[in-house]
């Protein structure tokens, strides 16, 4: 019998990433955590293992627009399809200047899994274009989503692949795509995209949905630890969709916010910011920002992380929590609003010590999780109230929480590997049913 550092590296043998995307330290990482599930998992055939590390289809496009100074420039980009085995693939297309072919596999690879622990009908897909969307006109960004959407208007379609916002992207995005594609087809298809405008067919709550979904993972984790929210601090990386939803909720729960960080600076106040007055003075930031606001002490955003707090969110980019500053963490819970923010060498260094993890793909799935609903209100042209949509969001994140802690319990697993695993066995097993390898 090997032992688990040795079967590591057999694995990594039989498993290399493919060369086509593993020049990502991101894919590298979903690969890797790939390897440590087929650890603690044997039973999951090696085959199937094999193939869940190649994503099913990959469409590298160029996307010429004219910008707004006359001039034509080519952006790339991209939409992976990692599993189609349990329904269309679901997941979010992000405008971000490091966006690239292994960073969207990776996020891809993640969606199946988070669709598995959630029980979706859907496998992962993710998309993205390598853009910096600050610096791009409302028209430069409208004509470069209507490009892109019709450059992969091939591979996507209600029953085929569905995307969702995610990093600079947003409900507008979502109805440029809808309506792209809308033309191409000949009739209004709102099920071609979820995070629509409500107006279009989207779902009341899926804008607030991974925000609150991740603090519904929260008050489930404080309750373990016998800890209250009016006691508890916490400290939020990114302020976008995800960390100020996020913020907002935790507020009204009692919860004292001492820091946030993002892009450009970060602000902290220990007796708690006022974060209804932090989300009115970034929205009216030329850039979005938080960095000089008033009442608030400006940090280095490299202390943000290491701001001693109750929980901390990470809620921006991926690999921000690394082995060179894992140890310095000073937070009681890890509640991943962004997806992997922390790299397998710092999950090794925080398996040693008592920060209780909520991992990505449990703990931002609030977000497929209510576009779900929108795509079978959309199909079913009946739409659900927002209490319907919060009581059931809040059933099912609680109900794949405790399935995720008790393999956890059961079989000595950190939380990261049971979530991957449960994620993982749900693919695998409908893999194994089909009898082929769709
Ligand atoms: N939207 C959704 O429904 C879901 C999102 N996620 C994940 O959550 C994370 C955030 O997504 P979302 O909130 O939608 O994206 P947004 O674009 O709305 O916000 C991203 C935030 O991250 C900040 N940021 C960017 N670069 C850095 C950096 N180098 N350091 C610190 N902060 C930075 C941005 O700042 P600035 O504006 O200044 O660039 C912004 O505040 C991503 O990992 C995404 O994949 C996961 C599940 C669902
Ligand atoms: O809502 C969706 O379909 C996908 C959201 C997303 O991209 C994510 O969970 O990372």
């Given amino acids: 019998m090997a032992t688990p550092a040795v079967a590591t590296k057999l694995l990594e043998s039989k498993y290399p990433p493919v060369t086509l995307f593993s020049s990502s330290p991101t894919y590298q990482m979903a690969c890797q955590q790939l390897r440590v599930v087929a650890e603690a998992m044997p039973d999951i055939p090696a085959d199937i293992i094999e193939r869940l590390t190649i994503p099913k289809r990959s469409l590298v496009v160029a996307v010429p627009i004219r910008m707004d100074d006359g001039h034509v420039h080519t952006f790339v980009g991209f939409r992976v399809q990692h599993s189609l085995t349990s329904g269309a693939s679901k997941g979010g297309l992000r405008y971000a200047p490091h966006v690239d072919l292994g960073e969207v596999a990776a996020l891809s690879m993640w ?171 970034a929205a009216a930031h030329p850039q979005k920002s938080v960095v000089n606001f008033p009442d608030a002490e400006a940090i280095d955003p490299a202390e943000l992380l290491a701001t001693p707090c109750t929980i901390l969110v990470p809620a921006a980019l991926e690999r921000v929590i690394t082995a060179e500053n894992a140890g310095k963490l000073k937070c009681r819970i890890l509640a991943e609003g962004a997806n992997g923010p922390t790299t397998p060498d710092a999950d090794a260094i925080l398996a040693k010590t008592d920060i209780y993890v909520i991992p990505d793909v449990l703990c931002n799935a609030g977000g497929v999780t209510v576009s779900y609903f929108e795509w079978v209100q959309d199909l079913q042209q009946f739409m659900w109230s927002e209490q319907q949509v919060n009581e059931k969001l809040h059933e099912l994140m609680v109900a794949s929480f405790n399935k995720v802690r008790k393999l956890a319990r059961d079989r000595n697993l950190t939380n990261r590997t049971a979530a991957l695993s449960l994620g993982v066995l749900k693919v695998a097993l409908e893999k194994q049913k089909r009898g082929l390898f769709p």
């Fill in 111 to 281: 969606m199946s899994w988070k669709c598995g622990i959630m029980n979706l009908p859907f496998g992962g897909a993710k998309g993205g274009i390598a853009c910096d969307p600050s610096l791009l006109s409302v028209g430069e960004k409208e004509r470069l989503t209507r490009r892109f959407t019709e450059e992969v208007q091939t591979i996507i379609g209600p029953r085929t692949d569905v995307m969702a916002p995610d990093m600079g992207t947003d409900e507008q995005t979502m109805a440029w795509i809808y309506d792209t594609y809308s033309m191409k087809v000949g009739y209004a298809c709102p099920e071609i995209v979820t995070g629509k405008p409500v107006d279009l067919g989207g779902c009341v709550g899926r804008r607030e949905a991974t925000g609150r979904g991740v603090v519904y993972c929260i008050l489930e984790a404080l309750k373990e630890l016998d800890l209250r929210p009016e006691q508890s601090t916490a400290v939020i990386q990114g302020f976008g969709n995800v960390g100020s939803v996020t913020s907002e909720e935790l507020v009204k729960l009692g919860v004292k916010i001492v820091a946030v960080g993002d892009r450009y600076g970060a602000v902290r106040d220990l007796h708690g910011l006022d974060i209804p007055a932090l989300v009115k003075y």
